[in-house]
């Protein structure tokens, strides 16, 4: 089973610079998520998703975009790159959002802005 | 939003049981208590959660104290490969929209010396 598979692993980019985080999951999951991890911290919330079409804001959401055209993928856009969002990317994605439903993560991209 | 308090880090010996404690002095009666691990270079990885009730899985164990303002995950013996940052998380029992998104810590990072 693939689970959450995100692509690249590893990026860099320069300042101003746009790029999309793919991901997708394989497990026929409604929702979808995407976090930042920056180091020695959890992990924060930038968008979810609860189905196709339909996304929100998470804690963290400036300066990134998200589209959910299919139950599969759920890509991570960021337009016009900055420093500060330098990080460690994660996608996750749940069945449902019910409290006893875990989230399944992927392996995460990790990016630097120069 | 609920707050979890953790130490910051513990040592353990491999082959030795593990307690690795969680406050959450502020809990409500629908929070669930979610715990998730982090092994190096990968993304969280779900380890078990609970209500009110002890748990227990093939991964670990979870005690949860009476009044729910504390609770303690126990790996009962434990390996190299169980070196990791261990994020006890509450969560929301409600459906849909945000409830029930993950809030991450900075949770507690555990070594296992042979």
């Known amino acids: 089973n693939a689970g959450v598979t995100q692509t690249p692993k590893f990026r860099i980019l320069k300042i101003g610079q746009s790029m999309t985080l793919q991901c997708t999951q394989d497990m026929n999951h409604n929702y979808m998520y995407w976090y930042r991890q920056d180091p020695g911290m959890g992990l924060k919330l930038i968008y979810y998703?609860?189905?196709?079409?339909?996304?929100d804001k998470g804690e963290v959401p400036n300066g990134y975009n998200v589209s959910r055209s299919t139950t599969e993928d759920f890509p991570l856009r960021l337009e016009l790159a900055a420093p500060s969002q330098t990080s460690v990317y994660f996608c996750?994605?749940?069945?449902?959002?019910?409290?006893?439903?875990?989230?399944?993560f992927g392996d995460g991209t990790r990016l630097s802005i120069l | 939003d609920a707050k979890t308090t953790q130490p910051n880090s513990m040592e353990s010996n491999e082959e030795e049981p593990v307690h690795l404690p969680c406050n959450h002095s502020?809990?409500?009666?629908?929070?669930?208590i979610h715990w998730y691990r982090q092994l190096p270079s990968q993304g969280p990885e779900y380890v078990i959660h609970?209500?009110?009730s002890n748990v227990n899985n093939r991964m670990a164990s979870l005690a949860i104290a009476e009044d729910r303002k504390s609770s303690t995950l126990i790996l009962h013996r434990a390996t190299l490969r169980d070196a990791a940052v261990y994020y006890c998380i509450l969560r929301d029992e409600g459906y849909g929209g945000s409830q029930g998104n993950l809030i991450f810590g900075k949770g507690t990072k555990l070594s296992v010396k042979p």
């Open positions: 998703s609860v189905g196709a079409g339909i996304t």
């Open positions: 502020t809990i409500s009666g629908t929070d669930y």
């Open positions: 609970g209500l009110t």
């Open positions: 996750a994605s749940s069945f449902i959002q019910l409290s006893n439903q875990p989230q399944h």
